[in-house]
């Protein structure tokens, strides 16, 4: 519904070829003005440049860029006190990102890299398209927001399009167009276009990826073999090395209700271990009749994924549709849990046991290995990893050598920056390749909550 929002009508979104063709048109403006630096500029080189108008950053393009970053992150005042040292710190970041930026537009062109094939178009189309799409979404709370001014707007058609006309109208306030977006993502390819390059002349070998992924193995396996309940603690570890007769469980919990287990868990904070038992022995009693009916209904061909879903109380249970991956000598699982988990003989083999949540019924779900192929993806990321961070390693330092050789000056008064902190920002942040779209999406996590332990 979004994609055809976004791209309705080719009177409202122009093709992207011929976005992309107007993009490189401007550029090529750009390098043809005057070297007579203007009342406007906001940086400037004084190193010995070919064209230092070319290269020279306006305070409107500074603006616009700081502007739709106090929009995405809602500061309608960047002199508050709560937000002033923030804002000041992101001004001095999108400068340099410009300065950056119109370095890496000239050394692409000098190193044959400011060109780009079907494929490249390609996936920078499908970026812009996905950050526009995402933006759009973003806006619908403004619709029918009491003071967006949007009147009411009914229907998931209609308040889509109300809020991709809201989103347009704020890129407007910021002096933007989505053509501003779309030069974003250009830049950011060419950047990496260049990183690339530029890390050829130190090129990561493939069998330095299967000597780290070796290293890293090795690590893991030390830190089971001290202690497996570190081992467990850490998903990291998991995904790169699996313990022999490592094993996935699953299981069908049904928990005591409140009074039991607080009486359990009372029991046991004041060491009263025969009394928290017996509380416990009583607890599983009465919920004997439940669990064997589901037994029972195993016991006569009955899925164990569909009953889990129909009865089981453990709130992980979606976060986690393979199972739990149990451990020889682990200790995150209750130790009725973890024994029943290895006395099990076979896949598919099910047994009860009762813990201090309540009623397990615990099957052993499947072998947890690490195969051929998964040691193969995982060398692969590596591989890709290391040659990013040598492309990026070695853009750094080309991007030092050139911020001293362009020797940029900036009007630190209109841009309300300190002097110092700008200059320390432009050797230390000389990888920046972030703009205002990408130093402005959130965050998002998430979590799993489990209770088989």
């Known amino acids: 519904m979004i994609q055809g929002a976004v791209r309705s009508g080719k009177d409202k979104i122009m093709h992207f070829r011929k976005i992309a063709a107007g993009a490189a048109a401007i550029m090529m403006a750009l390098v043809c003005g005057c070297s007579v630096r203007s009342s406007s500029d906001a940086a400037w080189p004084t190193g010995k440049v070919s064209d230092k108008k070319a290269l020279t950053v306006s305070y409107d393009a500074f603006s616009k860029e700081y502007k739709y970053w106090l929009l995405v992150n809602q500061i309608p005042d960047d002199t508050a006190d709560e937000v002033k040292d923030k804002c000041r710190s992101q001004r001095e970041s999108i400068i340099n990102y410009l300065v950056n930026e119109k370095i890496v537009l000239e050394q692409a062109k000098n190193y044959g890299v400011d060109q780009f094939t079907d494929e490249e178009l390609d996936s920078i189309e499908s970026d812009y398209n996905s950050y526009i799409e995402s933006s759009i979404e973003s806006f619908r709370s403004y619709v029918n927001a009491g003071e967006s001014g949007t009147g009411e707007v009914s229907g998931d058609a209609a308040i889509l399009e109300e809020a991709e006309k809201i989103f347009d109208e704020k890129l407007t306030e910021c002096g933007m167009t989505r053509d501003d977006i779309l030069m974003w993502y250009r830049n950011a390819k060419t950047a990496d276009k260049l990183k690339a390059k530029l890390a050829e002349d130190d090129p990561v070998e493939y069998s330095d990826a299967e000597e780290q992924y070796s290293e890293i193995v090795a690590g893991i396996k030390q830190v089971y073999e001290n202690s497996p309940a570190d081992y467990e603690q850490d998903l990291y570890y998991k995904y790169y090395w699996l313990p022999d007769n490592a094993r996935m469980i699953k299981h069908i919990l049904i928990k005591f209700d409140s009074d039991d287990s607080a009486e359990i868990t009372a029991c046991r904070g004041n060491n009263d271990e025969a009394g928290a038992e017996k509380a416990r022995e009583k607890a599983l009693e009465n919920l004997r009749p439940r669990i064997e009916e589901i037994k029972n209904m ?156």
Do not use: C
């Open 298 to 453: 195993l016991d006569n061909g009955a899925d164990f994924d569909e009953l889990a879903k129909e009865y089981s109380e453990d709130t992980g249970l979606s976060s986690n549709p393979d199972g739990y991956l149990v451990v020889p000598n682990g200790e995150t699982y209750y130790k009725e849990f973890q024994q029943a988990a290895y006395e099990l003989q076979n896949v598919g083999d099910y047994i009860l046991v009762g813990t201090d949540l309540g009623w397990h019924v615990v099957m052993y779900a499947a072998d947890a290995v690490m195969t051929e192929e998964n040691e193969k993806a995982l060398i692969d990321a590596i591989y890709e990893n290391m040659q990013s961070n040598a492309a990026t390693s070695a853009y750094n330092t080309a991007m030092q050598g050139w911020r001293t050789e362009y020797a940029y000056d900036f009007d630190y008064a209109k841009l309300d920056i300190n002097e110092s902190d700008t200059a320390e920002a432009a050797s230390t942040t000389a990888s920046t390749t972030a703009s205002a779209a990408e130093s402005s999406v959130p965050e998002q996590t998430s979590s799993a909550e489990s209770t088989a332990a």
